[in-house]
């Protein structure tokens, strides 16, 4: 088969204008955000005259930018403990002890899973409330800690493992939780990593939620703060960019570091609607 | 026996907790609330479907309603056909690929808000969009500001963001159509229109039909972006709102009507388990052919 090198330059050129609106979009927010007061913004310019990073730190002079990137890491580094460990915990069970009950367990994950997250906002704000926990950013972490979506992927992790080493490790004494930290959660590193990840990311980049439940500004994590600051300082375009290459960037660097893993969850995670 | 009767239920207790305290059971009260008058204050009378018919009554319903479904049925061509196309750009494995590749994702790992912001700058009414256009000889143009352009700019932002998630699941689907079918096709004479049409396509229908499936939840479920970019109040007028908008608004605060919230709650649910439905149904023809 013949492989002109008009097909390939073509393919190139495709593929050169996707790249371009894909990160053209960022690019544009970056340079705005290194523009310096001088300089016009407006205008269509790619190259900033002079660039600075006096913006980044403008921004947290408006609003406490860095302390809603710590609620936000907060939130987030809580989500990925509590979703790899509890539902690495669920998963476990369900794919590997047998016990009454384990159809009514299974039935309450699979049944999550199906409950779209705008349906209950209202009345999950109630829950919040009841409990006392509207504006904290506990009750940001709480709805998502151990998502259901990662029970039911871990559990089919865990099926995949072949059942003779576990046998194994009971005829030698090992109780449940000895062959679960020892034996079981050692052998799904790959889709813990995912769990790990994609927690990280939805918590990060979660919007709607946080926006409901917390009023306080100290509460705030980032994605409601950005939001803040665009509706109040919308005249200085510059510290808006810079707030959202703030946001933005970890994640990029996360990705870049992790990107296999990324694309595996996507995968997996497809079912997730 | 392996193991005491309650450990099981030891490893559970934890996820059990939170899908039921914070998934399940506000469901459930969802739908008792949605028959009620409650208020912000709680209490709350039963008043049977009073709700729904202020709903069909309400203007603002219809408009959210048509909003939402305009977006759903706008948002899926595009998001099944595009990703598919850039996906096979992408899957030959030329030099520098995975750089493409990489590039394509990541809008999609940046927030719905931060796509939110970058797109207001680039919309805006003297942003680099209306600079180019107005270079190009024409008149700027209020992507932002007319009701029914923020919805069409809102539904490009979200294609955008949707493209490079949708290609990933296409990459492995593609990976998984057998080459010599393609061999075969050229055997005989077909063009790369004619192959894309009667190999690709084929080959690919079980992964459009999740892709439309999963555009269309998502496409009906939208909220960051009109949100962002109408600067939280659903357009002029509330013009562009959508269902979750409607929802958040007025269920949200000391004056929230939590009855009727939960009522619209319970038609978005109903519609999303619709979607789901039809899909199976589209699933399992597939399955028999």
Redesign the interface.
Known sequence: MKRSPVSLALRYLGLLAVLAISIGPFLWQFVTSVKGPGEDVFVPDFIPDDPTLANYGAVADVVPVWSFALNSLGVASVNVVTNCLGAAMAGYALARLRFRGRRFAAVVFAGSILVPFEAILISLFLVMRGLGLTDTLTAVVLPGAIAALNVLLLRNAFLALPAEVEEAAIIDGANAWQRFTRLALPSVKGTLVVVALFSFMFSWDDFLWPLVVLSDQEKYTLTIGLAYLQGTFVQNQRLVAAGTIIAVLPLILLFLLLQKHFFRGVGEGAIKG | M??R?Y???L??L???V??????????L??IV?AFTDASALGGGQFTGVDNFVRMAQDPKFWVAARNSLLYMVCVVPPLVLLPLL?AM??Q?A?PG?GI?R?????????????V???????L?S???VN??VE?LGGTRIGFLTDSTLLLVSSMVVTV?RG???YM??YL?ALANVPKDLHEAA?VDGAGPVRRFWSVTVPALRPTMV?IAA?SA??GF?V??EI??LS??TGGPGGASTT??LL??SV??GLT?E?GY??AL??V??VV??GL?LVTLKLNRREDQL
């Open positions: 392996t193991h009767p450990t099981p239920w490893f559970l934890p996820g059990l939170i899908c039921l305290a914070f998934t399940i059971f506000p469901f009260n969802m609330l850039i750009l992408a030959k030329v690929i493409f990489t590039a394509f994702f990541t809008p999609v790992i940046a927030s719905a808000v931060v939110g912001l970058i797109w207001t700058w680039l805006d003297r942003g680099l600079n180019v270079a955008w493209l490079g998630y990933v699941i492995a050229m999740l999963l939840v998502n479920r909220f960051s949100y962002l600067g939280g269902m979750v929802i958040q269920g949200r929230g939590v919230a939960s709650s319970l978005l649910f999303l388990l789901l």
